[in-house]
């Protein structure tokens, strides 16, 4: 094999001055991805700016980018944004060693029998909502999707007394949170987002660091994933500091504030937008979900249709439709040389929409998931990432998903107001349908289960 240097840069698709390609890709990101694979192929070139990237599509190119970071990529200098919110050495910022050792000691709470602990409060939180909506009306799903799936992760990592005293409040907080975020201004300058999400942060610093005391000063009251958190070690200390246990609570709650209420707006948009799949998945909840409309641990696991209709939405709206990497030594993309310095860009919106790996790949087509079809092979279907930064949370997530979206099929008529339900790109680079977003919705008669 030639060594790296040896083999041909990407061939680069043309661009403006100055910005080259940078407004195609803010704009419309899956459309110049397809003219670069059209012409090109799965590696090709792009500038950001000043920047040059490569952008690589298709699952073996995926593979590599997901396996190869923290070797032959980066990642910490791309989500530097973020630290002004979680300082520069927590999740997406951490170098290895610690990222490493903060999935120790978080995985734990989203996998096996934490799993199945979650699932009373997640319907607790989701009937509470569907009892404020009465008979008929219409709610945003933009709004709602944020709130609901911000107050589920609330309720399980801090429990029922922590949501209930911050109450809608948290919502605000966080919303001036994400507000506050920038990806090319200086983020010290005085502008007012900048000082609206610094009073944030200080306000949600102050009462999960109260929270964190009064947990460190009676241990023995609670049995959730705080308290786990709080008796853990960390590298070589023997308890986690204060104030990086309050920056994880936050990075996680932030998390599902952005990408799991993207994922689960997107699943009831496709679902509203195909009827028969629709009625398809009224029809299995009803089947399912006991009289009282609640389902528990065992029976989302017998809802395989609505989890295929929540997967194909994750193939065709990827929340998350690019991710980036920085190069962080020279590597070989196919047949070309990729230098150190480059930005590293995977194409997923793309490479969850190519014919050699879906059948039709434009259509909604939950019956790709079948056991007969099995579309879903490694690396195709990418929206919560892959490798060693796979999202923690996946599996706590799509049973998030699945309950929101049982509760609400078994109990309520839905429909959109606007059947179109345009996409629009927020301003930290997750795709969601564009706000506002309304559901029109009627309570269903009584359902025989």
Not at 259 to 281: C, F, I, K, Y
Not at 282 to 310: H, K, M, N, Q, T
Not at 391 to 396: E, K, L, T, V
Request: hydrophobic residues 45%.
């Amino acid at each position: 094999m030639n060594p790296p240097a040896s083999l041909p840069l990407p061939p680069m698709l043309p661009g403006l001055p100055l910005v080259g390609n940078a407004i195609d890709f803010r704009r419309d990101a899956l459309g110049l991805f397809r003219k670069g694979y059209q012409r090109f192929g799965p590696v090709f070139g792009i500038r950001l700016a000043r920047n040059p990237a490569v952008v690589l599509v298709g699952p073996d190119l995926l593979r590599l980018f997901f396996e190869s970071t923290d070797t032959l990529l980066s990642m910490g200098e791309i989500y530097s944004f973020l630290e002004p919110i979680l300082g520069d050495k927590v999740l997406f910022t951490a170098p290895k060693r610690e990222y490493d050792e903060q999935k120790r000691v978080m995985l734990p709470a989203f996998h096996g029998k934490k799993l199945r602990s979650y699932v009373g409060e997640m319907t607790a939180e989701v009937d509470e909502w569907l009892d404020t909506l009465g008979p008929h009306g219409t709610f945003d799903l933009c709004e709602v999707s944020q709130q609901l799936t911000m107050n589920v992760v609330a309720r399980a990592i801090l429990g029922e007394p922590f949501r209930r005293r911050l109450g809608p409040e948290l919502a605000s907080l966080f919303k001036d949170l994400a507000g506050g975020l920038e990806f090319v201004l200086p983020t010290n300058l005085p502008l007012p987002r900048f000082i609206r999400r610094d009073r944030a942060l200080r306000k949600l610093r102050e009462i999960l660091g109260a929270v964190v005391r009064e947990r460190r000063a009676n241990p023995d009251a609670h049995d959730d994933f705080l308290q786990a958190l709080l008796a853990a070690s960390y590298l070589d200390q023997p308890t986690i500091p204060d104030e990086k246990v309050v920056t994880f609570v936050l990075g996680l709650i932030f998390g599902g504030r952005e990408n799991t209420s993207g994922h689960l707006e997107w699943a009831l948009v496709m679902l509203l937008q195909h009827p028969d799949a629709l009625a398809r998945a009224v029809a299995e909840v009803d089947g399912v979900f006991g009289p009282d409309e609640r389902p528990d641990y065992d029976s989302l696991r017998s809802l395989p249709w609505l989890e295929a209709c929540v997967k194909e939405a994750e193939r065709l709206r990827p929340v998350t439709h690019t991710l980036l990497r920085l190069a962080a030594q020279d590597f070989t993309a196919g047949d070309y040389h990729v230098p150190k310095g480059w930005l590293v860009v995977a194409g997923i919106a793309l490479s969850q929409r190519l014919p050699a790996l879906f059948r039709d790949p434009e259509r909604y087509d939950p019956e790709r998931f079948s056991p007969e079809r099995d579309e879903d092979k490694p690396y195709h279907i990418v929206g919560f990432g892959g490798g060693g930064h796979r999202c923690w949370a996946a599996a706590f997530v799509n049973n998030e998903m699945k309950i929101m979206l049982g509760m609400l099929l078994r109990r309520y008529e839905l429909s959109l107001v606007d059947p179109a339900a345009p996409a629009k790109l927020n301003d930290i680079g997750v795709l969601r349908p564009a706000p506002p977003c309304m559901v029109r919705y009627r309570r269903r008669a009584a359902v025989v289960a």
